[in-house]
């Protein structure tokens, strides 16, 4: 079964719980306290059919935060016009 390594980076699942519940962005939020329901009795892929992700997304999640830190899970705009774009 998928684990989060959450001691690799000095953090427990409170720590987690804290993170997804005070992100900025939506998705941050939800990658965080994905790790935190993992890190209690559910799986990667139940966690996964129960918010509607693809399960496998989540299992990289977890692989991303146990390999490069929680800093991977923070969300960042990768394409597409900004969100508040300023009119010329």
């Not at 966690?47 to 692989?63: A, C, D, L, Q, S």
Request: aromatic share 10%; proline share 9%; net charge neutral.
């Amino acid at each position: 079964m998928l684990t989060v390594d959450y001691s690799r980076w000095d953090q427990d699942p409170d720590i987690l719980r804290v993170l997804g519940l005070n992100a900025d962005h939506p998705r941050t939020r939800e990658r965080f306290l994905a790790l935190y329901e993992i890190c209690g009795d559910k799986s990667a892929s139940q966690v996964g059919w129960e918010t509607g992700r693809n399960p496998p997304t989540v299992m990289e999640w977890v692989h991303r935060y146990n390999t490069v830190g929680p800093a991977i899970l923070v969300y960042q705009q990768t394409g597409g016009r900004s969100p508040f774009l300023p009119r010329p």
